[in-house]
């Protein structure tokens, strides 16, 4: 049979004229999808993009003149498989990093100030809460705290004990420490993703996993406070706490950002909402992961090492107040904003 | 009936048509069954969790480090293999995780752009509250109290049910992020039935009044039929069968042998095909063997005609 025979219908003409351009592509594609695209010498790449092109003309070309259930099926999937190999993402990982740390992060907090105001208040609701109920009656401290994370630290204990839980502990080998940090991370980080996640329904959950945490901790200083160890329990809470609460606050933001577009979609349907709030959403749970990640470092360290109350404080104040800086002044375009 | 069966999309072979590249030519995915993601998901929960035993085994036998590191760094790694595992290998593999590779299915975003780290990171955070805690609280469901598990159900109902939902198959993270998870597409050209390898289809001749009466659906379903010819003894009858409908149909005058029955189709194919193509060069698209012609189309009502009843191709 020759190329392009006189007799032959027009549709098998286009396709025996195409065919070689349509291979050449699939050979591309077969390797960028082994090999990736940066194997590509400058031939290679420059005839991935006429020859994606040629074959995306062909397919709406053949849509027109051929009938051939074949052809046109080979077409259509040849061309989804080199559009995903041409855009495929391009971007540096590490470009990608940084703009996220210079403008998305800091940008995400500053738009979310509703979402965030409903995380802080609902944890420090829940603190309030946790301290006047304990405070009045020590037994709501055992409804709220589960017995394993007490850990002795009870209302019946003697302030004796509960000062040495929070000074000098024992067990302050180094390599444990590393082992508790990495306990903590990641299982915050689980409670963070969780708080976030559950706000997809209208919130609520986000809500009340953070108005529980709150008064877990608002409980807990109770016991302390009662014991006049309240402000030593503030600063042993301080040094980690304003880092990681922070981060629970921040999640459970981004869980009511989600719950609201749900809720309350305003102009855009649910679906949109949804679309356009994720944005700003997630990049509030990659800050509370980061927050958690450096909360878990300071918790399973530095709080062990540092044994001064005051000390205590600086420090987690201060790291609570670079934060504040980083995401309030970060990426500003007037000027002036830079760390 | 038949349009009754139309409507009744089947689930796993539904087309999505809508997605429009750059380029302005509108190519189609075929969205993944829930079945397919479930089982790459399994897939992909089987190989972290044993990659990472194994991986644990290996640093006991050659005991290199003091067993508090170890229980650092495995506490660290079960962390990354629930959520950061699937972030980063859906960038690095644009889409597909090592499930996603086995069950030949990946994700693409729908606006028909660059599938972005964020839709990435979107869609994998949503994992937690759509399948790990449930999972993981079905696996303790028995200590749960009656209010817990009642909870639970609910919340295993309403992730389960919102894929099922929806034309897409979005869960909430597919929806949050703009994305959608489709089959990966394969290519296999098949050869083009009308270049003729068979001489004896030649001797068929077809007057243009033979080629009125069929549509693009049933050429395509001829075309179906040569490419896959019935196999197994009652092959022969079953191509003659579908000859005989076609020449009592379209009304052949001349005598069709009994041998040369696959010869009359696939010279039928090819004159059919031509004459539709050239109809659809001057822009009269006939879709199956309802279309309307000439004086018929004319006539046309604002009431659908009375289907005639159902015959074979």
Excluded at chain 1, 243 to 249: D, G, L, M, Y
Excluded at chain 2, 252 to 277: I, M, N, S, W
Aim: charged content about 20%; hydrophobic content about 50%; some cysteine.
């Amino acid at each position: 049979m020759s190329d392009a025979a006189p007799d032959q219908l027009r549709s098998a003409r286009f396709r025996l004229e195409r065919e070689p351009g349509w291979r050449r592509l699939e050979k591309l594609i077969n390797r960028a999808e082994t090999g990736g695209l940066a194997s590509f010498s400058y031939e290679e790449a420059r005839d991935l993009a006429t020859t994606y092109r040629q074959a995306m003309n062909s397919l709406s070309v053949a849509r027109d003149i051929s009938l051939d259930l074949a052809l046109l099926t080979y077409l259509e999937q040849l061309c989804a498989r080199a559009y995903l190999v041409v855009y495929a993402p391009q971007q540096s990982i590490t470009g990608m990093i940084a703009r996220l740390f210079t403008h998305g992060i800091p940008g995400a907090v500053r738009r979310s100030s509703g979402p965030l105001a409903i995380g802080f208040v609902a944890m420090v609701l829940g603190a309030f809460a946790g301290y006047l109920l304990s405070v009045q009656d020590p037994g709501w401290y055992f409804t709220f705290v589960p017995p394993d994370m007490a850990d002795g630290r009870t209302p019946a204990a003697s302030a004796g004990y509960l000062r040495s839980t929070l000074y000098d502990d024992a067990n302050n080998a180094a390599d444990s420490l590393g082992a508790f940090a990495s306990y903590l991370f990641s299982h915050n980080t689980q409670i963070a993703i969780l708080v976030f996640a559950l706000g997809v329904f209208l919130a609520v959950p986000s809500f009340l996993l953070t108005f529980y945490n709150g008064l877990l901790m608002g409980a807990f200083f109770a016991t302390f406070a009662q014991k006049g160890l309240g402000y030593d329990a503030f600063a042993w809470l301080s040094i980690h706490g304003v880092t990681e609460v922070s981060a629970i606050c921040i999640a459970c933001a981004g869980g009511a950002r989600l719950g609201l577009a749900i809720a309350l979609p305003g102009q855009m349907t649910r679906r949109d909402a949804l679309r356009h709030h994720g944005r700003d959403a997630v990049k509030l749970v990659v800050l509370a992961g980061l927050m958690l990640m450096v909360a878990a470092v300071i918790e399973g360290f530095f709080r062990q090492l540092v044994q001064s109350a005051e000390l205590r404080l600086l420090i987690g104040w201060g790291i609570g107040g670079l934060w504040l800086i980083w995401v309030l002044r970060a990426g500003r375009n007037t000027g002036g904003g830079t760390l | 009936m038949k349009a009754a069966a139309h409507l009744r999309v089947p689930a796993p072979g539904h087309r999505l048509e809508a997605f429009l590249p750059p380029e302005g030519v509108p190519i189609s995915f075929t969205i993944a069954s829930v079945g397919a993601r479930l089982g790459a998901q399994i897939m992909d929960v089987l190989i972290t969790y044993l990659g990472v035993l194994l991986f644990a085994l290996l640093l006991i036998w050659l005991d290199i480090l003091p067993i508090t590191s170890l229980g650092a760094l495995f506490i660290i790694l079960i962390f990354l293999i629930r959520i950061p595992y699937y972030i980063l290998a859906e960038l690095v593999w644009n889409g597909r995780t090592l499930g996603k590779k086995i069950a030949r299915i990946r994700v693409i975003s729908a606006d028909g752009r660059r599938l972005t780290p964020h839709q990435v990171t979107a869609r994998n955070l949503m994992k937690e509250v759509e399948f790990f805690t449930p999972v993981s609280l079905l696996f303790g469901a028995g200590d749960l109290g009656l209010v817990s598990g009642l909870i639970t159900f609910c919340w295993v109902v309403v992730v389960a049910i919102v894929p099922l939902a929806n034309r897409r198959r979005q869960r909430f993270g597919d929806m949050i992020a703009g994305t959608l998870v489709v089959e990966n597409p394969k290519t296999t050209l098949l050869a083009d039935l009308a270049i003729t390898r068979q001489p004896g289809a030649a001797r068929f001749g077809f007057l243009p009044v033979h080629l009125e009466i069929y549509g693009r659906y049933e050429l395509q379903t001829l075309e179906a039929i040569l490419r896959d010819p019935p196999k197994g003894p009652k092959s022969h009858v079953e191509v003659s069968r579908v000859a005989d409908a076609i020449i009592r149909k379209i009304g052949y005058a001349d005598p069709v042998a009994p041998g040369d029955k696959p010869d009359f189709l696939t010279a039928f194919y090819r004159a059919q095909r031509a004459h539709l193509e050239s109809r659809q060069l001057f822009g009269d698209r006939r879709e199956d063997k309802f279309h309307k012609t000439g004086a018929r189309a004319a006539a046309r009502t604002p009431n659908p005609p009375i289907r005639p009843p159902n015959a074979n191709p």
